[in-house]
Structure formats: C-alpha cells, structure tokens
C-alpha cells in the first residue's frame, strides 16, 4: 500500500511460488487495499495477517476444518497471545463464552475479533459488498455488523484455541479518537433508517476535524505500559497489574 521501507525488495526475495505481489501505486488506506486483495484472490476463504502480527502454525488449518464442518458460519476468528515488544508473553487473550456476535451483542461489547487473526467465506464478503473504504479506522467492527445483520447470530464465531499472536504497540492508542467516531457510525448505519450516504458524509466530516494523536517518546513508552497494565486488570491478574503500573 505505498510502503516507504524495504517491504517490496523483502517480499520478492521470498523464494515462494505461492505467494503474488501486489502492490499499490500509493497509499490508498486499508479498506482499499483489503478489498484489492480480495479481488485478486481466488480462494472461497479469505485469510487476514495483519502487520508484526503471526499466526501459529495450526491457524489456517484449523479455521478452514471449522469452517467446512459448519456451513453456516460466515467468519471464524481465534484466541490470540498478546506479546511485548520483544517478543515477551504477556497474557492469552479469549473471549467470553456466551459472547453470539449478533448485531445487539456487537453493538454492546464491540467487535470483540482481532482482525488480522480471523478467515472468512468470500460468498459472504461479496453478499455484504465487502470492506467499506470510509470506515478507515474501524472497517472490522463495520464489517462484522454488516455480516451479523446478513446471516444472524452465530454467523461469526471464535474457536477457543490460541492460535495468533498480537504486539501490543502504543500507536494503538493514537488512532483512538477517529476509530472511536468510525465505530459510533458503524453502529448507527445498522440501527438507523437514515441513508448511508448521509451518515457517511457526516462521518467524513468529523474525520476531517480530528486529528491523530502524536505520541513522543515519553508519552509512548507510558501508553506501552499503560496497555500491558490494562490487559492485566482485565484478566483480573492484581498482582502483574501493580508490578507493571507502579
């Protein structure tokens, strides 16, 4: 998508037939990019990875088992190791198990999926019209509605294995304010009868009025700490939240 580092030069040393370069002339953004992607392929499921993320050696096969076994499941996801930036094990990352992923359960815990750790049947992606390039911060959470809304309840599933590992980065927290608006609209175009069209305008909007957050080095290294403290809390393990937040 436009990369500036050494990405092309390292993608084509890859000595690997199966894998096709594809590249954008400039940066077009994610969703583009995602839906290209999809254009491109051939396959009857769609496969993400997202960047300095790794999928465990049985991920794609066990998403493709679960997916052939259950016809009605549209998306299937998986439990992911949350990792340091050197590569240190903080906590695996599940999700509770009476979670359906249906419209209302999304609007209420959100999208719950990592992105890059999810397989999806492209029928599916095709009958929705795939990834909409406006949510450029939130085109999961839009997606995953717009699915949900389609097929019904247990149309995304997460199998209960961990099979991805996630970095946790401080940059995740400097696209926050644009994702959190991206997200507000993804939930509105599904509960209300007004035009996409006029949601997306007014979305566009309010994007072009928030700006990302720029973090130096300092408010970056607390932010890093701050989101290995949060995951802690979470899990409800006390005793690595003090030790990490004092």
């Known amino acids: 998508d436009g990369s500036t580092d050494a990405t092309p030069e390292l993608v084509r040393d890859v000595n690997n037939n199966k894998i096709r370069f ?44 679960y997916l052939d076994n259950n016809p009605d499941v549209q998306v299937v996801g998986c439990w992911c190791e949350i990792i340091g930036k050197n590569g240190e094990h903080i906590i695996n990352e599940g999700f509770a198990a009476d979670r359906d992923f249906g419209v209302e359960d999304l609007i209420r815990n959100g999208p719950g999926l990592t992105h890059g750790s999810v397989m999806m049947r492209r029928d599916a992606l095709e009958k929705v019209g795939g990834y909409r390039e406006p949510f450029e911060y939130a085109q999961d959470y839009d997606l995953w509605l717009r699915i949900s809304d389609r097929f019904g309840e247990g149309a995304i599933v997460s199998i209960p294995e961990v099979l991805y590992e996630r970095k946790i980065e401080a940059g995740q927290i400097a696209n926050r304010k644009p994702t959190l608006i991206c997200a507000e609209y993804a939930r509105e175009s599904i509960r209300s009868d007004t035009e996409n069209g006029e949601l997306l305008e007014e979305m566009s909007e309010k994007l072009e009025q928030t700006a990302t957050q720029s973090l130096d080095e300092a408010t970056e290294r607390a932010m890093y700490y701050y989101l290995i403290g949060l995951r802690y809390f979470n899990e409800g393990k006390r005793v690595e939240f003090y030790k990490n937040m004092f």
């Open 22 to 65: 594809i590249q954008n002339d400039d940066n077009r953004t994610l969703p583009y990019s995602l839906n290209r992607g999809i254009r491109e392929s051939n396959g009857q499921y769609i496969a993400r990875n997202d960047a300095d993320e790794i999928s465990k050696p049985a991920r794609l096969e066990r998403q493709v088992e």
